[in-house]
């Protein structure tokens, strides 16, 4: 299932609002859902509202009154936001199936999604802290408040699932999560347990529990060991980290085992914010292995170095099949990583107290009328042409620019004396140059010449 259209008649500050979110026409794919949408805007214009809408749709109970046929995740969603009479705060989200008559509300086991709010490692900084309980030496998770996750545990099951990473369910959805991690350990040391056993008895009862120990390790992927190479070691490599694919100790039941690339634990009290976030985004959703899904992410760049920001959008999609991602954000280069048409971006309608999408588009909205291509650009002038900055640097910069024009003045008058060849002139290009450098601006390798640019 995939969103394709959202209309709030009135909620908050949207009034009348509708978005559009199918490829443009002169697109292959125009007319069909986008499979990405970044949602940029000024903080209060309404993006985490915008996933809040969808997480609510998703969420709400079905009417029994509604007639019109069931839908599945193939289907496509169009979300229609009333605000209820009276309560502007108040949001009845109703829902209409692609092509087809109106629903309202799904059943959580009819679609999957999955929604990840920006305080997710806070909302799971708790599994961390607490001390767990242990029976016969293994971790015991208490996931009473989980019933909904419960056929996604069972594997006779199709997978359906529903996961909100909120401050409420948040550590018990990880537990269920880390359970094939931690069922694989427990198997692993109870096949041990039994070769230690045999070598006490006869020669063939060792051979047997060998025997038997090897064939598992054959037949049964290491769950940690899949999720380390094939997930999160190949983007924790570049802040000089790993997913070590073996647990030590129980502590490391609550959170995966980190280490250096020289093999250094480090403890979970002392994982930085940045790697608990790649980890709590892509983990999940490697385990879970989401299909036809709606894929929610509130800020997916919080705590993350430029070089990763540019490519988490990547590696999420990498974890995903056939499902919609969806996501809020304030960085130019989670921007970077969408075309055009999968940007909404939303501003402020100050006069009328609303806000209204921006549209990049000139004309009809065909592939070939867009006027930005954040792809093409580079970060700072996608900072000017999205995010509207009116500067491309900090005012100290301007005005060291503003200096620079002053001694390249001042050199174009030495010039015309004759006097280029003087102290005084050699001077004023040793500054000239000196300023330059510290200004990241492009001069000419000699004087006399034009003196710079900006580069």
């Known amino acids: 299932m995939k969103v394709t259209k959202i209309h709030?008649?009135?909620?908050?500050?949207?009034?009348?609002?509708?978005?559009?979110l199918t490829y443009p026409d002169g697109h292959e794919k125009a007319g069909q859902p986008l499979e990405k949408v970044c949602l940029l805007g000024q903080s209060g214009t309404g993006k985490t509202t915008l996933l809040e809408i969808?997480?609510?749709?998703?969420?709400?109970?079905?009417?029994?009154?509604?007639k019109s046929r069931n839908y599945n995740s193939e289907d496509d969603l169009e979300l229609v936001g009333v605000s209820m009479k009276g309560k502007s705060d108040v949001l009845e989200v109703h829902q209409r199936c692609y092509e087809s008559g109106w629903k309202s509300g799904v059943q959580p086991e009819d679609v999957g999604f999955i929604y990840f709010p920006a305080e997710i490692s806070q909302n799971l900084n708790p599994i961390l802290n607490e001390e767990r309980k242990v029976v016969g030496g293994f971790s015991i998770h208490d996931l009473n408040q989980v019933e909904i996750f419960k056929p996604f545990a069972k594997k006779d099951q199709p997978k359906k699932y529903n996961f909100t990473f909120g401050p409420e369910l948040a550590k018990s959805v990880w537990?269920?999560?880390?359970?094939?991690?931690?069922?694989?350990?427990?198997?692993?040391?109870?096949?041990?347990?039994?070769?230690?056993?045999?070598?006490?008895?006869?020669?063939?009862?060792?051979?047997?529990?060998?025997?038997?120990y090897q064939n598992w390790k054959?037949?049964?992927?290491?769950?940690?060991?899949?999720?380390?190479?094939e997930c999160l070691n190949p983007i924790l490599q570049k802040m000089g980290l790993r997913v070590r694919p073996k647990l030590h100790s129980l502590k490391e039941v609550a959170f995966l085992p980190i280490e250096t690339l020289d093999g250094r634990p480090i403890p979970s009290e002392f994982i930085s914010t940045g790697t608990k976030q790649i980890s709590l985004l892509l983990a999940p959703l490697f385990l879970i292995k989401p299909e036809n899904a709606i894929i929610l992410i509130d800020e997916p760049e919080r705590s993350l170095y430029p070089d990763i920001q540019s490519e988490i959008i990547k590696s999420i999609i990498s974890q995903t099949k056939d499902s919609q991602l969806i996501v809020a954000t304030h960085s130019p280069l989670i921007a970077a990583s969408f075309?055009?048409?999968?940007?909404?971006?939303?501003?402020?309608?100050?006069?009328?107290?609303?806000?209204?999408?921006?549209?990049?588009?000139?004309?009809?909205?065909?592939?070939?009328?867009?006027?930005?291509?954040p792809k093409y650009l580079r970060y700072d002038s996608i900072l000017r042409k999205i995010f509207d900055l009116d500067s491309d640097s900090h005012p100290?910069?301007?005005?060291?620019?503003?200096?620079?024009?002053?001694?390249?003045?001042?050199?174009?008058?030495?010039?015309?004396?004759?006097?280029?060849?003087?102290k005084e002139a050699e001077r004023k290009w040793a500054d000239y140059r000196k300023l330059a450098e510290k200004t990241d601006f492009w001069i000419a390798s000699e004087p006399g010449a034009k003196y710079g640019e900006d580069k």
């Not at 709030?8 to 509708?18: A, L, S, V, Y």
Request: glycine fraction near 4%.
């Open 8 to 20: 709030i008649q009135e909620f908050q500050q949207f009034r009348d609002f509708g978005l559009e």
């Open 54 to 66: 969808i997480r609510k749709s998703l969420q709400t109970p079905p009417n029994p009154n509604n």
């Open 175 to 212: 537990s269920l999560l880390m359970d094939p991690i931690v069922d694989y350990q427990k198997k692993e040391a109870e096949l041990l347990f039994e070769i230690g056993l045999s070598t006490t008895e006869e020669a063939s009862d060792e051979r047997l529990a060998k025997s038997n």
């Open 218 to 229: 054959n037949s049964t992927p290491n769950p940690l060991e899949e999720l380390s190479h």
């Open 339 to 373: 075309d055009p048409w999968e940007i909404v971006e939303l501003k402020f309608d100050y006069e009328n107290g609303c806000v209204f999408q921006e549209q990049y588009f000139e004309g009809e909205r065909h592939v070939d009328n867009y006027k930005f291509y």
């Open 396 to 422: 100290d910069r301007e005005e060291k620019l503003d200096e620079l024009a002053e001694l390249g003045a001042e050199l174009d008058m030495l010039k015309e004396e004759g006097k280029l060849k003087s």
